[in-house]
């Protein structure tokens, strides 16, 4: 079926606001802070965890790996269980399931006890995650959806960068032997309260036009090939990179049948976990997948980096360490929401500003860092996380946007699942290299802040890796617009822009970029 001959469904046909939809995109916004918070809050707590329950190095890292681990491997096939059977209803499951795995968490009398916990609560947030992206699609449209994956954007910089600081602050209020309870505790009454909200704000249904089959062998096989690729990332601190890494292989291999057998239900005519189509046909998808997943290599490795030089480098506490970093969220917070306003108009080239900006702040972090006294290093590096935090604000909401916007909202969760699991193995491999990389550089020059600095600026080069996939893009972007208005295009997302749906592509673009999209 060609662009042109395409016809808009009953859903695209018949949307109306729902008057309560901002209140939903609070609700679900505080459930994807909480899941998201406890990929990096664990972190600073590991010692107390570690001298509470007599274990050892690699038994705690498994509460932190473990959680990486089941939430990577559930995202895909999530959203496309989102999708066929209604968002609403895997919301509330999933969101009963990360209260009550928080809960086991808190109260976990060993470490076994403790990781298992922690891969049921993984497992139920990789279930919220895709329902989040998916419910902005279809609650919102037009320039009302950018300014909401603004704000969700801004949830996901925020609470990356404030898990240190939260866990750092608990800590300190409850002490060493109840500050690790109390960081998985604090889940259970917002989740409570979040769980009784989503009952009565979410939407029920299912998008119109969506399958219920479900393709069983194809979410096998990717769930099999996220766990092979994933397992030496997140075990690389206990020598999985050198253990595993033949595990790579194995996991591109079942990853690649899993693409051919993706095709192959396509071709039957029925409804894959996945439709791989949305890469190749989809404007804007592959690009944007590519600078989340290289952006995410960088952005999440520098966190790691951060705490190990400045705990146990420079002996600072938990809490001190993430409020050094703090001026990054603040900024990345205040410009992601603004980014949601302006994504409509200006389109690929936020990400292009924000990329330039946060590879500028990091570069001259990462200099401050080898070359500044330890005794102001903390005031010497704000004004550099700031400015950081202002263009990694413009990368992430105005990045999941334009890779979502000519999606369609009956296919929105299995995409949306997609395109984060991605980053999660972006996420995973900065993870591993980057604190691989410092430890290495301090191996050799015995200096912590030359390691530092030197694991800083090569993160940078995931920013930069991103921004030159994102040039590109912005300028076919602005080659298809000219094309069509005669010269008057901006490079903006004109569906956007005008009110239309952004997740069902105008028959100008999509023609422009694609030439058909068989999948829609």
Known sequence: MTSTDRRPGPAEETYEPDPRRWRALSLTLVAGFMTLLDVSIVSVALPSMREALGTDAAGVQWVVSGYALTFGLVLVPAGRLGDAFGRRRIFLVALAGFVLASAAAGAAPNVETLVAARLVQGVAAGFLAPQNSALIQQLFRGAERGKAFGLFG???????????????????????????????????????????????????????????????????????????????????????????????????????????????????????????RLLTQTRGYAAGVAVGTVYFIGFSGIWLVFALYFQTGLGWTALHSGLSVMPFAIGAAGSAAL??????????????????????????????????????????????????????????????????????????????????????????????VLPGLFYVVLGSTGDYSTAAGIALGVAVLGALGALAIAVPDWLRDRRADRGADGGAGSGADSGSGSGADPGQPTDRHHADHHGHAAHH
Do not use: C, H
């Open 339 to 432: 980014a949601g306003r302006l994504v409509s108009t200006y389109g690929r080239l936020l990400t292009v500003i924000g990329l330039t900006v946060v590879s500028t702040g990091l570069i001259t972090t990462a200099v401050l860092v080898a070359t500044v006294p330890p005794d102001v290093l903390t005031w010497a590096v704000v004004p550099a996380l700031f400015v950081a935090g202002l263009g990694g604000g413009f990368v992430i909401s105005p990045n999941i946007t334009l890779t979502l916007r000519d999606v369609p909202v009956r296919m929105a969760g299995a995409a949306g699942g997609g395109l984060q699991t991605t980053q999660r193995f972006g996420a995973a491999l900065g993870s591993a």
């Open 154 to 276: 801004a949830t996901v910089g925020l609470s990356t960068a404030t898990g240190p600081v939260v866990g750092g602050l608990l800590i300190g209020l409850f002490g060493e032997d109840l500050g690790w309870r109390a960081i998985f505790f604090v889940n259970v009454p917002i989740g409570v309260v979040a769980l009784l909200l989503a009952a009565r704000l979410l939407p029920k249904g299912r998008p119109s036009g969506t399958s219920t089959d479900i393709d069983v062998v194809g979410t096998l096989l990717l769930g099999l090939g996220a766990v092979l690729v994933l397992l030496p990332l997140v075990q690389a601190e206990a020598g999985g990179l050198s253990r595993l890494w033949f595990l790579f292989l194995l996991g591109a291999a079942a990853l690649v049948a899993f693409v051919r057998w993706e095709r192959r239900v396509v071709a039957r005519g029925r409804e894959p976990v996945f439709d791989v």
